[in-house]
Protein backbone atom coordinates (compact mmCIF):
# COMPACT_ATOMS: atom_id res chain seq x y z
CA UNK A 1 0.00 0.00 0.00
CA UNK A 2 2.50 2.35 0.76
CA UNK A 3 4.62 1.62 -2.39
CA UNK A 4 1.40 2.45 -4.41
CA UNK A 5 0.57 5.35 -2.97
CA UNK A 6 4.69 6.88 -3.29
CA UNK A 7 4.19 5.64 -6.98
CA UNK A 8 0.77 7.70 -7.45
CA UNK A 9 2.44 10.79 -5.50
CA UNK A 10 5.76 10.81 -7.57
CA UNK A 11 3.49 10.56 -10.84
CA UNK A 12 1.62 12.97 -10.03
CA UNK A 13 4.62 15.67 -9.06
CA UNK A 14 5.90 14.49 -12.22
CA UNK A 15 2.53 15.95 -13.82
CA UNK A 16 2.57 19.32 -11.88
CA UNK A 17 6.23 19.60 -12.87
CA UNK A 18 5.58 19.11 -16.29
CA UNK A 19 2.49 21.71 -15.83
CA UNK A 20 4.52 24.30 -14.48
CA UNK A 21 7.12 23.50 -17.01
CA UNK A 22 5.01 24.52 -20.12
CA UNK A 23 3.98 28.12 -19.03
CA UNK A 24 7.75 29.16 -18.81
CA UNK A 25 8.50 27.47 -21.70
CA UNK A 26 5.71 28.74 -23.51
CA UNK A 27 6.74 32.20 -21.98
CA UNK A 28 10.21 32.42 -24.02
CA UNK A 29 8.35 32.68 -27.44
CA UNK A 30 5.95 35.55 -28.25
CA UNK A 31 3.79 33.46 -30.64
CA UNK A 32 2.95 31.28 -27.12
CA UNK A 33 2.72 33.70 -24.76
CA UNK A 34 -0.87 33.38 -24.66
CA UNK A 35 -0.93 29.93 -23.84
CA UNK A 36 1.15 30.85 -20.91
CA UNK A 37 -0.93 33.06 -19.57
CA UNK A 38 -3.64 30.62 -19.94
CA UNK A 39 -2.32 27.86 -18.46
CA UNK A 40 -0.81 29.80 -15.70
CA UNK A 41 -4.33 31.37 -14.59
CA UNK A 42 -5.53 27.59 -14.41
CA UNK A 43 -3.54 27.32 -11.29
CA UNK A 44 -3.21 30.51 -9.96
CA UNK A 45 -7.80 31.45 -10.15
CA UNK A 46 -8.06 28.16 -8.11
CA UNK A 47 -5.29 28.85 -5.61
CA UNK A 48 -6.19 32.42 -5.37
CA UNK A 49 -9.94 31.03 -4.71
CA UNK A 50 -8.94 28.71 -2.08
CA UNK A 51 -6.73 31.52 -0.06
CA UNK A 52 -9.48 34.03 0.09
CA UNK A 53 -11.90 31.40 1.35
CA UNK A 54 -9.83 29.92 3.89
CA UNK A 55 -9.67 33.87 4.96
CA UNK A 56 -12.78 34.60 5.06
CA UNK A 57 -13.59 30.80 7.12
CA UNK A 58 -11.32 31.80 9.75
CA UNK A 59 -14.08 34.01 11.96
CA UNK A 60 -15.79 30.27 11.67
CA UNK A 61 -13.12 28.80 12.68
CA UNK A 62 -12.26 30.25 15.57
CA UNK A 63 -15.95 29.82 16.28
CA UNK A 64 -15.77 26.21 16.30
CA UNK A 65 -12.69 26.05 17.95
CA UNK A 66 -13.93 28.31 21.02
CA UNK A 67 -17.01 25.59 20.82
CA UNK A 68 -15.10 22.39 20.99
CA UNK A 69 -12.59 23.86 23.93
CA UNK A 70 -16.15 24.94 25.94
CA UNK A 71 -17.38 21.30 25.48
CA UNK A 72 -14.14 20.12 26.46
CA UNK A 73 -13.77 21.52 29.76
CA UNK A 74 -17.07 21.08 30.61
CA UNK A 75 -16.75 17.27 30.14
CA UNK A 76 -13.69 17.33 31.56
CA UNK A 77 -15.61 18.52 35.12
CA UNK A 78 -18.07 16.27 34.99
CA UNK A 79 -16.06 13.93 34.43
CA UNK A 80 -13.95 15.39 37.53
CA UNK A 81 -17.45 14.89 39.67
CA UNK A 82 -18.01 11.02 38.31
CA UNK A 83 -14.75 10.02 39.72
CA UNK A 84 -15.57 11.45 42.90
CA UNK A 85 -19.16 10.16 43.15
CA UNK A 86 -17.58 6.70 42.45
CA UNK A 87 -14.84 7.00 45.12
CA UNK A 88 -17.24 8.24 47.53
CA UNK A 89 -15.90 11.69 48.50
CA UNK A 90 -18.72 13.09 47.09
CA UNK A 91 -22.32 11.95 48.47
CA UNK A 92 -25.72 12.94 46.38
CA UNK A 93 -28.05 12.22 48.15
CA UNK A 94 -30.89 9.71 46.22
CA UNK A 95 -27.88 9.08 43.92
CA UNK A 96 -26.01 5.55 43.80
CA UNK A 97 -22.32 5.81 43.18
CA UNK A 98 -23.27 2.88 40.12
CA UNK A 99 -25.17 5.54 38.17
CA UNK A 100 -22.07 8.10 38.05
CA UNK A 101 -20.22 6.23 35.53
CA UNK A 102 -23.64 5.19 33.26
CA UNK A 103 -25.02 9.48 33.76
CA UNK A 104 -21.12 10.44 32.51
CA UNK A 105 -21.33 9.05 29.46
CA UNK A 106 -24.98 9.45 28.65
CA UNK A 107 -24.06 14.00 29.51
CA UNK A 108 -20.87 13.14 27.49
CA UNK A 109 -23.14 12.27 24.03
CA UNK A 110 -25.94 14.80 24.65
CA UNK A 111 -22.98 17.69 24.79
CA UNK A 112 -21.13 15.83 21.80
CA UNK A 113 -24.61 16.33 20.32
CA UNK A 114 -25.46 19.12 21.71
CA UNK A 115 -21.96 20.82 20.09
CA UNK A 116 -22.59 19.18 16.74
CA UNK A 117 -25.88 20.78 16.39
CA UNK A 118 -24.35 24.45 17.07
CA UNK A 119 -21.30 23.71 14.82
CA UNK A 120 -23.22 22.79 11.78
CA UNK A 121 -23.98 25.76 10.64
CA UNK A 122 -20.42 27.07 10.53
CA UNK A 123 -19.32 24.11 8.29
CA UNK A 124 -18.29 24.67 5.14
CA UNK A 125 -21.31 24.11 2.48
CA UNK A 126 -23.10 23.18 5.20
CA UNK A 127 -26.40 25.18 3.37
CA UNK A 128 -25.87 23.58 0.30
CA UNK A 129 -28.82 20.77 -1.05
CA UNK A 130 -26.19 18.20 -1.68
CA UNK A 131 -24.48 18.34 2.16
CA UNK A 132 -28.12 18.52 3.43
CA UNK A 133 -29.03 15.71 1.02
CA UNK A 134 -26.19 12.99 1.75
CA UNK A 135 -26.70 14.12 5.76
CA UNK A 136 -30.40 13.16 5.17
CA UNK A 137 -29.47 9.63 3.73
CA UNK A 138 -26.24 9.22 6.31
CA UNK A 139 -29.40 9.69 9.04
CA UNK A 140 -31.68 7.30 7.35
CA UNK A 141 -29.27 4.53 6.82
CA UNK A 142 -27.77 5.14 10.44
CA UNK A 143 -31.66 5.07 11.66
CA UNK A 144 -32.37 1.83 9.63
CA UNK A 145 -29.06 -0.19 10.59
CA UNK A 146 -28.91 0.24 14.45
CA UNK A 147 -32.52 -0.08 15.39
CA UNK A 148 -31.66 -3.18 17.75
CA UNK A 149 -28.90 -1.63 18.91
CA UNK A 150 -30.58 1.70 19.97
CA UNK A 151 -33.33 -0.37 21.43
CA UNK A 152 -30.55 -2.21 23.91
CA UNK A 153 -28.84 1.20 24.81
CA UNK A 154 -31.90 2.32 25.96
CA UNK A 155 -32.42 -0.43 27.90
CA UNK A 156 -29.02 -1.01 29.05
CA UNK A 157 -29.91 3.08 30.55
CA UNK A 158 -32.71 2.10 31.86
CA UNK A 159 -31.47 -1.34 33.75
CA UNK A 160 -28.78 0.69 35.22
CA UNK A 161 -31.25 3.10 37.07
CA UNK A 162 -33.59 0.83 37.73
CA UNK A 163 -30.46 -1.30 39.57
CA UNK A 164 -32.04 -5.24 39.10
CA UNK A 165 -28.33 -6.48 39.68
CA UNK A 166 -25.04 -5.24 39.77
CA UNK A 167 -21.84 -6.74 38.96
CA UNK A 168 -20.63 -10.06 40.82
CA UNK A 169 -24.78 -10.73 41.59
CA UNK A 170 -26.31 -14.39 40.96
CA UNK A 171 -29.09 -13.76 39.39
CA UNK A 172 -31.37 -15.81 37.00
CA UNK A 173 -32.87 -14.28 33.67
CA UNK A 174 -35.19 -16.82 32.05
CA UNK A 175 -33.44 -19.93 32.33
CA UNK A 176 -29.67 -18.61 32.34
CA UNK A 177 -28.33 -18.67 36.28
CA UNK A 178 -24.96 -17.27 37.09
CA UNK A 179 -22.88 -14.58 38.15
CA UNK A 180 -22.86 -11.32 36.39
CA UNK A 181 -19.20 -10.48 35.13
CA UNK A 182 -20.22 -7.26 32.74
CA UNK A 183 -22.44 -4.73 32.18
CA UNK A 184 -22.46 -2.37 29.10
CA UNK A 185 -24.78 -0.26 27.29
CA UNK A 186 -25.90 -2.72 24.51
CA UNK A 187 -25.46 -6.40 26.53
CA UNK A 188 -24.76 -8.08 29.92
CA UNK A 189 -22.71 -10.92 30.38
CA UNK A 190 -23.38 -13.89 32.84
CA UNK A 191 -20.72 -16.51 33.82
CA UNK A 192 -22.53 -19.53 34.78
CA UNK A 193 -22.10 -22.46 37.56
CA UNK A 194 -20.49 -24.56 34.43
CA UNK A 195 -17.97 -21.33 33.24
CA UNK A 196 -20.33 -20.46 30.59
CA UNK A 197 -20.28 -17.07 29.69
CA UNK A 198 -23.40 -15.88 27.91
CA UNK A 199 -24.40 -12.62 26.65
CA UNK A 200 -27.81 -11.32 26.95
CA UNK A 201 -29.51 -8.21 24.67
CA UNK A 202 -30.44 -5.40 27.14
CA UNK A 203 -33.36 -5.21 25.58
CA UNK A 204 -33.59 -8.78 26.14
CA UNK A 205 -33.54 -8.37 30.05
CA UNK A 206 -35.75 -5.66 30.13
CA UNK A 207 -38.65 -7.57 28.26
CA UNK A 208 -38.26 -10.60 30.75
CA UNK A 209 -37.78 -10.92 34.26
CA UNK A 210 -34.56 -10.81 36.67
CA UNK A 211 -34.16 -13.23 39.94
CA UNK A 212 -31.38 -11.54 42.01
CA UNK A 213 -30.12 -14.07 44.48
CA UNK A 214 -27.77 -12.04 46.04
CA UNK A 215 -29.16 -8.69 46.78
CA UNK A 216 -30.72 -9.40 49.81
CA UNK A 217 -28.70 -12.59 50.79
CA UNK A 218 -25.89 -10.90 53.24
CA UNK A 219 -28.76 -8.95 55.46
CA UNK A 220 -31.66 -11.04 54.98
CA UNK A 221 -30.35 -14.23 54.00
CA UNK A 222 -31.40 -16.11 51.37
CA UNK A 223 -34.18 -18.68 52.25
CA UNK A 224 -33.31 -22.01 50.24
CA UNK A 225 -35.78 -24.89 50.28
CA UNK A 226 -36.59 -28.60 49.26
CA UNK A 227 -39.42 -30.81 49.70
CA UNK A 228 -39.63 -34.46 51.14
CA UNK A 229 -43.23 -36.73 50.97
CA UNK A 230 -43.25 -38.57 53.73
CA UNK A 231 -46.63 -41.24 54.99
CA UNK A 232 -48.80 -40.98 57.51
CA UNK A 233 -48.03 -43.48 59.93
CA UNK A 234 -44.66 -41.07 60.67
CA UNK A 235 -44.59 -38.52 63.51
CA UNK A 236 -44.83 -34.71 62.03
CA UNK A 237 -42.89 -33.75 65.08
CA UNK A 238 -40.42 -36.33 64.23
CA UNK A 239 -40.09 -35.31 60.31
CA UNK A 240 -39.83 -31.65 61.08
CA UNK A 241 -36.99 -32.49 63.50
CA UNK A 242 -35.41 -35.01 61.04
CA UNK A 243 -35.56 -32.07 58.54
CA UNK A 244 -34.01 -29.01 60.40
CA UNK A 245 -31.26 -31.68 61.92
CA UNK A 246 -30.16 -31.96 58.66
CA UNK A 247 -30.44 -28.03 57.76
CA UNK A 248 -27.80 -27.45 60.66
CA UNK A 249 -25.55 -30.36 59.46
CA UNK A 250 -25.20 -28.43 56.10
CA UNK A 251 -22.33 -26.07 55.34
CA UNK A 252 -23.47 -22.39 55.07
CA UNK A 253 -26.75 -22.41 56.68
CA UNK A 254 -27.05 -19.48 59.40
CA UNK A 255 -28.38 -20.44 62.42
CA UNK A 256 -28.80 -17.69 64.32
CA UNK A 257 -32.15 -15.63 64.82
CA UNK A 258 -32.59 -16.98 61.65
CA UNK A 259 -33.38 -20.53 61.78
CA UNK A 260 -34.38 -23.42 59.38
CA UNK A 261 -37.83 -24.08 59.78
CA UNK A 262 -40.44 -26.41 58.29
CA UNK A 263 -43.89 -26.31 56.52
CA UNK A 264 -46.44 -28.45 56.00
CA UNK A 265 -47.42 -28.01 52.27
CA UNK A 266 -49.86 -30.68 52.07
CA UNK A 267 -52.15 -33.41 52.86
CA UNK A 268 -52.23 -35.80 49.99
CA UNK A 269 -54.16 -38.97 49.80
CA UNK A 270 -51.21 -41.12 50.30
CA UNK A 271 -48.48 -38.59 52.01
CA UNK A 272 -47.48 -35.51 53.72
CA UNK A 273 -45.49 -32.72 51.82
CA UNK A 274 -43.18 -31.36 54.06
CA UNK A 275 -41.24 -28.20 52.97
CA UNK A 276 -38.17 -27.56 54.66
CA UNK A 277 -36.73 -23.94 54.65
CA UNK A 278 -32.87 -22.84 55.43
CA UNK A 279 -30.80 -19.88 55.80
CA UNK A 280 -27.65 -18.65 53.71
CA UNK A 281 -25.77 -15.69 53.59
CA UNK A 282 -23.51 -17.26 50.48
CA UNK A 283 -25.65 -16.51 47.29
CA UNK A 284 -23.09 -18.29 45.09
CA UNK A 285 -22.91 -21.74 46.69
CA UNK A 286 -26.76 -22.55 45.54
CA UNK A 287 -25.69 -25.21 43.85
CA UNK A 288 -23.25 -26.80 46.29
CA UNK A 289 -25.00 -26.26 49.44
CA UNK A 290 -28.19 -28.01 48.08
CA UNK A 291 -26.38 -31.17 46.93
CA UNK A 292 -25.05 -31.09 50.78
CA UNK A 293 -28.49 -30.55 52.14
CA UNK A 294 -29.87 -33.51 50.40
CA UNK A 295 -27.17 -35.45 51.42
CA UNK A 296 -27.63 -34.80 54.71
CA UNK A 297 -31.44 -34.86 54.79
CA UNK A 298 -30.77 -39.01 53.43
CA UNK A 299 -28.34 -39.65 56.03
CA UNK A 300 -30.81 -38.23 58.98
CA UNK A 301 -33.53 -40.29 57.88
CA UNK A 302 -32.11 -43.57 57.53
CA UNK A 303 -30.32 -43.12 60.99
CA UNK A 304 -34.05 -42.73 62.50
CA UNK A 305 -34.91 -45.64 60.48
CA UNK A 306 -37.97 -43.35 58.66
CA UNK A 307 -38.54 -44.01 54.67
CA UNK A 308 -37.81 -41.23 52.54
CA UNK A 309 -40.98 -42.43 50.41
CA UNK A 310 -44.44 -41.74 49.27
CA UNK A 311 -46.27 -45.34 50.13
CA UNK A 312 -49.89 -45.93 48.34
CA UNK A 313 -52.58 -47.43 49.66
CA UNK A 314 -55.27 -50.12 48.20
CA UNK A 315 -58.99 -49.77 49.10
CA UNK A 316 -59.13 -52.90 51.21
CA UNK A 317 -58.09 -52.34 54.35
CA UNK A 318 -58.32 -55.94 55.90
CA UNK A 319 -55.40 -57.16 57.64
CA UNK A 320 -54.10 -53.87 57.36
CA UNK A 321 -52.83 -51.80 60.24
CA UNK A 322 -54.14 -47.44 60.13
CA UNK A 323 -52.02 -45.43 58.56
CA UNK A 324 -51.34 -43.11 62.15
CA UNK A 325 -48.17 -42.71 64.31
CA UNK A 326 -48.58 -45.30 67.20
CA UNK A 327 -49.04 -42.62 69.87
CA UNK A 328 -52.54 -41.93 68.37
CA UNK A 329 -53.29 -45.51 68.49
CA UNK A 330 -55.12 -46.91 71.83
CA UNK A 331 -52.43 -49.47 73.65
CA UNK A 332 -54.23 -52.65 72.70
CA UNK A 333 -54.70 -51.77 69.13
CA UNK A 334 -54.33 -54.73 66.70
CA UNK A 335 -54.87 -54.49 63.13
CA UNK A 336 -57.97 -55.67 62.07
CA UNK A 337 -58.60 -59.44 61.12
CA UNK A 338 -59.34 -60.76 57.33
CA UNK A 339 -62.83 -61.64 57.43
CA UNK A 340 -63.39 -64.91 55.64
CA UNK A 341 -66.77 -65.90 54.65
CA UNK A 342 -66.70 -69.67 54.17
CA UNK A 343 -70.02 -70.45 53.00
CA UNK A 344 -71.00 -74.45 53.48
CA UNK A 345 -71.68 -76.28 49.56
CA UNK A 346 -75.58 -77.39 49.85
CA UNK A 347 -76.22 -81.29 50.14
CA UNK A 348 -77.95 -83.20 47.53
CA UNK A 349 -81.05 -84.97 49.37
Excluded at 36 to 50: F, H, N, S
Excluded at 272 to 280: G, I, K, P
Aim: no cysteine; aromatic share 12%; glycine share 6%.
Amino acid sequence: MVLFLANVLRLLMIALALYITLPLLFSVFPWTRGIAETLLGWIIKPLKAVLSGILDYLPNIFTILVIVAITHYVIRFIRFLTSEVESGALVIPGFYADWARPTFNLIKILLYAFSFIVIFPYLPGSDSKIFQGVSVFLGILFSLGSSSAISNAVAGFVITYMRPFKVGDRIKIGEITGDVIEKSVLVTRVRTIKNEEITIPNATILTSHTVNYTASARELGLILHTSVTIGYDVPWKQVHQLLIDAALATKDILNDERKPFVLQTSLDDFYVAYQLNAYTADSHRIAAIYSELHQNIQDKFNEAGVEILSPHYRAGRDGNPVAMPPDYLPPDYQPPAFRVNVTPPARNE
